[in-house]
């Protein structure tokens, strides 16, 4: 089979290797990778927002199966495109995109299905915004809240805000950190506390078959400190969740999902994330995406024994209740390198030294996220988040010292990275 993978981040070089491992696979193409996918794939250079030249090179090249990185392509409608040109291709329509590409859109979604949520209201301007909190939001005039864009923002729209202050702020900075489009809606919510958690599941529209769960480091620095990233680390682990909290969240939310999208006609065909909160009255959903996590697929995949296409093709054929799903027994971490100056503008360009060494550590594998080469051949930084060092372990603290061990042995001008992932 070829296979073609759209995106070219730490999560799209882990689904190239899951697809490199099965036996069914002879070719993958990646538009556009990076210099690590470049090692296993090939690398075109199409962009995720250039749907028709995505298809157009799928159709061109006999490809057999596209799967789909990462939510743009997926709120263009790159899948509906596909499915025009009968070009297979695992993702969701851009109908149900919608659940992840507008808060609102997931936040109203929930309401009319009785899935567990915070409270919310929707303004439709930062001036109707600020009304909300002035009126005193459900009542109280000086909660935390938490001021949400409505569009697509990568992880930059959202603001916890712990007093009314903060919030008023957050609305007046959103518009110049997320651009005009993505405030026409704001969505102001009560700020739930607990763990989080982030559960996946491939979906057929019918049918699910649970990922284990991982747990996100969202923050740039140690303690959960500094700036909001796109994720600066990720242990998987069965006990992140109980057997109770799993079956509750599957009743409560995963079931009602799928059945609430064929009711309003998109079929969840594709890669349901649910963002979560473990609450003291249960398991409440933060946020969908509608694709794999970066850097959750790094610790997902790397547990995966079954053959990856035989998933995507039960998720096309929706015979996901008729396959079985092997899971590597144990645990797993993944510990993110990140340039200097991430999550703002990063420094790059900057040689980076160990790979080798690195991935030759036991049970570890090295996920390329920003890499590029040099016209030495070096591999240097090209992005925010650059590596993805990801280890499994028979338990999660030896997951978590594999994966630092093989840190230990990377390194560039400028490198930054969590010690407490895991912790
Ligand atoms: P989201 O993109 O909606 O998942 O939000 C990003 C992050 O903001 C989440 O991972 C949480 O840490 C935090 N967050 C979002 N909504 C809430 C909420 N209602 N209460 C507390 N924290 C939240
Ligand atoms: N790591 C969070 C995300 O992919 O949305």
Redesign the pocket.
């Known amino acids: 089979m070829k296979i073609l993978v759209i995106g070219s981040g730490g999560r799209e070089h882990a689904l190239c290797r899951a697809f490199q491992k099965s036996k069914r696979v002879t070719k993958i193409f990646c538009a556009d990778g990076n210099a690590g996918i470049s090692e296993i794939a090939e690398c075109v250079s199409i962009k995720p927002t250039e749907i028709e030249k995505l298809a157009d090179f799928a159709g061109a090249n006999a490809v057999d199966l596209t799967f789909v990185g990462g939510e743009t392509s997926l709120a263009l409608g790159v899948v509906d495109e596909f499915e025009k040109r009968n070009l297979k291709i695992v993702g969701v329509s851009r109908k149900a995109a919608q659940l992840e590409s507008s808060?609102s859109f997931a936040k109203d979604f929930m309401v009319r299905h009785s899935i567990p949520?915070?409270r919310?209201k929707t303004a439709f301007s930062t001036a109707g915004a600020k009304e909300i909190l002035e009126s005193g939001f459900f009542g109280e005039t000086d909660a935390?809240t938490?001021v949400?864009a409505d569009g697509l923002a990568a992880?930059k729209?959202?603001v916890?805000a712990k007093n009314r202050r903060e919030a008023l702020e957050a609305i007046d900075d959103l518009e110049t950190i997320v651009g005009k489009e993505a405030v026409e809606k704001i969505v102001l919510?009560?700020?739930?506390?607990g763990r989080?958690v982030s559960l996946i599941a491939f979906a057929d529209g019918e049918n699910f078959a649970l990922m284990p769960p991982v747990r996100?480091h969202?923050r740039i620095g140690d303690g959960d400190s500094g700036a909001?990233t796109g994720g600066m680390g990720t242990i998987s682990d069965r006990l992140l969740l109980t057997e109770e909290q799993t079956a509750e969240i599957i009743e409560e939310t995963i079931k009602p999902t799928l059945a609430g999208c064929r009711a309003e006609g998109f079929p969840f065909r594709g890669i349901l994330f649910l963002?979560l909160?473990m609450t003291d009255s249960g398991g409440?959903v933060?946020?969908y995406n509608v694709r794999f996590g970066d850097p959750e697929t790094q610790v997902i995949l790397i547990q995966l024994e079954s053959d990856f296409v035989e998933i995507c093709e039960a998720i096309r054929a929706q015979t996901l209740d008729k396959i079985s799903i092997e899971w590597r027994l144990g645990s797993a971490a993944c510990v993110v390198l990140a340039s200097r100056h991430y999550p703002n503008k990063p420094q790059t360009g900057d040689i980076i030294y160990g790979l080798d060494l690195a991935k030759n550590h036991e049970s570890v594998e090295i996920f390329h996220a920003g890499t590029a080469r040099d016209e030495r051949d070096h591999f240097i930084t090209s992005g925010g988040r650059i590596l993805g060092v990801t280890a499994v372990g028979d338990n999660l603290s030896e997951a978590i010292s594999r994966a630092y061990e093989a840190v230990n042995d990377v390194s560039w001008n400028g490198m930054q990275y969590r010690r407490d992932i895991g912790g």
């Open positions: 808060k949520t915070a919310y935390a938490v949400k992880g729209g959202v916890v919510e009560e700020c739930l506390s989080e996100d969202k909001n963002g909160m409440k933060l946020e």
